[in-house]
């Protein structure tokens, strides 16, 4: 089945990247594939939910890639990567006014 298939794609990925990041994480061990098969099944939830905004400018598969990559488990220990355009707002006092 095609779901089967592509969850354990993502699974695989999901043990490259956490293997990746294991340097700076507190998990070791075990806990490590139980943190990728979490980030996988996480994933898959995430895809079928964004399924419609799939335009076909890529390989699905590339396409659900980036799911497991740019959204690891919090239980990693590495924090989501944020946009380069984006820039956190101080605002000392009185609320923000945008230029």
């Known amino acids: 089945m095609a779901f089967d298939r592509l969850h354990g794609m993502l699974v695989r990925v999901a043990l490259r990247e956490v293997g990746r990041r294991a340097t700076r ?25 964004k399924l419609a905004t799939f335009r ?8 659900a890639y980036r799911f497991v990559v740019r959204y690891p488990p919090a239980s990693v ?16 006092g009185s609320p923000c006014e945008r230029p």
């Open 77 to 92: 220990g590495v924090p989501r990567r944020r946009s380069p355009y984006h820039t956190p707002l101080e605002c000392p």
């Open 56 to 63: 076909g400018e890529s390989r699905f598969t590339t396409w």
């Open 25 to 49: 994480s507190p998990v070791t061990g075990p806990a490590l594939t139980d943190v990728a098969h979490q980030a996988a099944s996480d994933a898959m939830v995430a895809i079928l939910a």
